[in-house]
């Protein structure tokens, strides 16, 4: 997809209206699935709608103005790949010249070149922090410009979502989605069941929302045990052999979260490797809503696929950022990316199954 994405006139129905500040519900949600209160990120309607009437009138010419994007990853996988595509297409229909800063996953890394960016001087800085407290202490240095600040992909300073002083926050993967994606799986026990967790880095951020998510969702659904949390590092190696140690244990398990498509391949293996059949026996659930995971989806292989919108992850957040070149606003409050149009004019939900799957096109 090289075209910017576009907005069709909504008819914003009670599905729809349900996902308000107070709710904060993923389009089409079950009403019986309570978003638990504490640290929840919220998202913001007035958010979306002011980044998506800003592209609806037309993007503006910004002469030439220079971005940094300043991401912990560009080349690293799929999502990273696709997302810095968004950035690119959205810089080049703005006539900004964007210059790419990529961190790596390393959080030193990015640090120096948050310090580069500021000595080369730019228009304005796109963030995606390696970590939260080191990503809020690079905002605060740059900060210091003056120049307006949009943090995509992951919050930082502490926050759920929104951080004050950007001039936006665009995103999915925050603890609210984690934990609408677990729910999700959670509720499809009827009965007592036992599930099995596979994630990413342990110690990452990603990772911390991705645990606390499970552990919310769980006490919130006591007649499901999680029965092993484990890391996968994102690794389909990594994830065969904890799912196989798992099944082993607990051949009755019926649910396997994973929080990655391309690790998801792992788990199916490991489902298969234990004499069980996939969706029939086990009920898998997985992240990213890739080519390959719609494909497994509507196979039959996979139960579903939450997605993820690297793309306009950060397309909208080049446009957030040209808004506050422009015309000096913020857009804040937290652009959830559930809320795009490629989810309501779409499958209706971040949740594909094979019974929405096929009208949804993955992108990466």
């Not at 029965?227 to 607990?250: C, K, R, W």
């Amino acid at each position: 997809m090289t075209t910017r994405p576009t907005r069709r006139i909504l008819i914003i129905g009670a599905a729809i209206a349900a996902l308000s500040l107070s709710a904060c519900a993923a389009p089409n949600q079950s009403s019986d699935d309570a978003v638990p209160s504490g640290k929840d990120a919220v998202a913001s309607e007035s958010a979306m709608a002011e980044t998506l009437a800003f592209i609806d009138a037309g993007l503006p010419d910004l002469e030439g103005a220079k971005i940094a994007y300043l991401t912990e990853c560009a080349t690293e996988n799929a999502f990273c790949q696709r997302r810095w595509q968004g950035a690119q297409d959205a810089a080049k229909e703005l006539n900004a010249d964007i210059t790419l800063f990529n961190a790596g996953f390393d959080v030193n890394a990015q640090q120096s070149q948050v310090e580069d960016a500021i000595q080369r001087g730019f228009d304005g800085y796109i963030l995606s922090p390696v970590a939260d407290a080191p990503g809020c202490a690079n905002f605060e240095t740059l900060s210091e410009t003056g120049a307006p600040i949009v943090n995509i992909n992951s919050p930082m300073c502490g926050n759920p979502d929104f951080t004050e002083g950007t001039s936006g926050f665009v995103a999915m993967q925050t603890e609210l989605f984690f934990y609408q994606h677990v729910s999700n799986a959670f509720e499809s026990c009827e009965d007592e069941c036992k599930a099995i967790a596979v994630g990413g880095f342990v110690g990452s951020d990603l990772y911390t929302r991705w645990q606390d998510a499970i552990a919310r969702a769980a006490e919130e659904h006591p007649n499901v045990t999680v029965v092993s949390e484990q890391p996968g590092n994102f690794d389909p190696s990594v994830a065969l052999g904890v799912v196989q140690d798992a099944l082993q244990a607990n051949p009755d398990a019926e649910i396997v979260l994973s929080s990655w498509d391309d690790m998801t391949r792992g788990v199916e293996e490991g489902v298969r490797a234990a004499g069980l059949t996939p969706r029939e026996d086990v009920r898998i659930y997985s992240v990213a809503g890739t080519e390959y995971g719609v494909e497994r989806v509507l196979d039959g292989a996979w139960t579903s696929t939450s997605v993820l919108l690297p793309y306009e992850e950060s397309y909208y957040g080049v446009v957030q950022l040209a808004r506050a070149l422009r015309e000096g606003a913020a857009t804040e409050g937290f652009t959830y990316l559930a809320e795009a149009p490629r989810i309501v004019d779409g499958p209706g939900a971040i949740f594909l199954t094979s019974d929405n799957a096929s009208g949804f096109e993955p992108g990466y």
